[in-house]
């Protein structure tokens, strides 16, 4: 069974450009959480989408967006790229919502950003 | 808000030294509580994960009990192997419909 995939795994970007990460989550998984691990914040919350739908989002910036599509891939975009963006940005699935009590949430390896 | 508050790393073990990791949380209600390890230059793996106090997650020689009490979380392992160096993050879940919520991550070095 294919774990959850992220393209591209590395990426440079010049500042002020935009940026396209893509996320398959597991076959039969319809909730797709993206996060943002720097070393000075951590691992942070960006939003979680279920059935096309965003549940939830974090505290980031309007430049931050998402979207799911009916086979529950997703992908997210980062406009007007800062030096500050650079991370790894990790996708997570899980068969239901990322927070009901029992579902697993499987993280992908992650896409590496970084803003020159 | 809700937090996780971890121990401060890096922790340098020698192989077969005992481990502890604390973890402490803030949150309202009775959160989910995990542990996940990330291997150099990996995503995030599920180590283990409970869903109400004092019930006690355990995988790969891991151990760690949900202390509603202390709002506690750590994780043990009785004998560490050089191929358990990794980070490893504490996190907390709502089932309210917020994220995960995570530490800022403990390293843990272990040498032969």
């Known amino acids: 069974k294919a774990g959850v995939t992220q393209t591209p795994r590395y990426l440079i970007k010049t500042r002020g450009q935009q940026v396209t990460l893509s996320c398959s989550p597991i076959?039969?998984?319809?909730?797709v959480s993206w996060y943002q691990q720097t070393p000075g914040q951590g691992l942070q919350f960006l939003f979680e989408y279920f059935s096309e739908t965003q549940r939830n989002k974090g505290n980031f910036p309007g430049r931050f967006s998402g979207r799911q599509f009916s086979n529950s891939r997703s992908e997210m975009n980062v406009s007007t790229l800062e030096l500050g963006d650079s991370a790894l940005y990790l996708c997570?699935?899980?068969?239901?919502?990322?927070?009901?009590?029992?579902?697993?949430?499987?993280f992908g390896e992650g896409s590496w950003l970084t803003v020159v | 808000g809700d937090s996780v508050t971890q121990m401060e790393g890096p922790v340098t073990l020698s192989e077969e030294a005992f481990l502890t990791i604390n973890c402490t949380y803030t949150a309202t209600g009775y959160p989910s509580l995990f542990w996940y390890v990330q291997y150099p230059g990996e995503g995030l793996q599920l180590l283990l994960k409970?869903?109400?106090?004092?019930d006690k997650g355990s995988n790969k020689g891991f151990e760690a009990t949900y202390r509603k009490e202390t709002t506690s979380f750590h994780l043990e392992k009785g004998s560490v192997q050089v191929s358990d160096s990794a980070v490893y993050f504490c996190?907390?879940?709502?089932?309210?419909?917020?994220?995960?919520?995570f530490g800022k991550g403990t390293t843990l070095s272990v040498s032969s």
């Open positions: 996190a907390l879940a709502h089932q309210a419909g917020t994220a995960l919520i």
């Open positions: 409970a869903t109400k106090a004092d």
């Open positions: 076959s039969g998984h319809r909730s």
């Open positions: 997570a699935s899980s068969l239901g919502s990322a927070t009901q009590s029992g579902n697993t949430i499987y």
